[in-house]
């Protein structure tokens, strides 16, 4: 039988969104190559590698996903794009100035002080910058852990007004968390550790207004989630980030688990206190 469908009514496609405009300031013949070169092994150019190449093996980072960038007074270090996390070389880092991003009208417009030949700038850039300068972080990672998007998938299943948050309490491995960006100390074994969820956008740079949005309802959280994506998480410094992404995976896996066997993530319990000389 025929189709009684036409190819002149067919819906055009819909538009490519506007790709970032890419502005190089070189101010000399080698690309300013010297911002990525260092023997100090704390150099943002040789951490941000050996960190990706961690959390390859973990699984955050497979397929080239995923990146992570570092904060350097002004500067900032970003993974690129399309590289394979693992076999990252400081020679592959993308370098900014954070001072001179805030001029641009723009936020796809981006003035690169130093961009690797052949290279091609991460979608998670202005995520990235969100999270250092409206947050003051010193290194934000994105991962694209399974867990994490399980968790989102499971609260997505709990239907609406319900998934918007992910909530649990009376574990350990919450004081892995601070209370709060200026705020004293860290969370406690009693205290809900609250990660907000924000749904996915087909093309990562769109995700920058709603992670800011979160940001803003959120004023305490060190981490938001994208459904069906991964997770952004930020800290004051690398270790402070790197320990909250860890804690955070922890605990994803952990939430998993315990829906799997009909446990709550949040629950009331009778603090122990302690016992006198």
Known sequence: MASSCSCNTA????????????TTNNNNDSNN????????????????PSLCAKFWTLGW?????????????????????????????????????????????????R?????????????????????????????CIHTHSQ???????????????????????NIEQIKGFGRGPG???????HDTLVI??????????????????AMEKYPDTYAVLVRRHGVYVWGENVHKAKTQCESLDYLFQLAVEMKRL??????EIEEVKPRGP
């Not at 190559?33 to 941000?48: F, G, R, T, W």
């Not at 961009?115 to 010193?138: D, E, I, N, Y």
């Not at 907000?196 to 949005?213: C, G, Q, R």
């Open 111 to 139: 003035v690169y002080l130093r961009s690797p030949p052949g290279g091609r700038p991460s979608q998670c850039t202005p995520l990235f910058l969100a999270a250092f300068t409206r947050r003051g972080a010193g290194c």
């Open 11 to 22: 819906s055009a496609p819909a538009p490519a969104p506007v790709p970032a405009t890419i």
């Open 147 to 169: 867990w994490a998007v399980l968790v989102t998938l499971l609260l997505e299943a709990e239907g609406p007004g319900r998934d918007r948050e992910f909530r649990i309490n």
């Open 183 to 189: 705020k004293a100390g860290n969370l406690g074994y």
């Open 262 to 267: 009909n446990l709550p993530w949040v629950t």
């Open 33 to 48: 190559d010297h911002l990525v070169q260092s023997d100090d092994p704390n150099h943002p150019a040789n951490l941000i």
């Open 196 to 213: 907000p969820v924000i749904e996915n956008t087909a093309h990562e740079e769109d995700l920058t207004e709603y992670l800011e949005e």
């Open 61 to 109: 980072v497979t397929g080239t996903g995923g990146g992570a960038s570092i904060r350097d007074n002004d500067l900032v270090y970003i993974a690129p794009s399309g590289v394979q996390k693992e076999l990252m070389r400081p020679s592959d880092m993308y370098v900014l100035s954070l001072e001179a991003q805030r001029g641009l009208a723009d936020r796809r417009q």
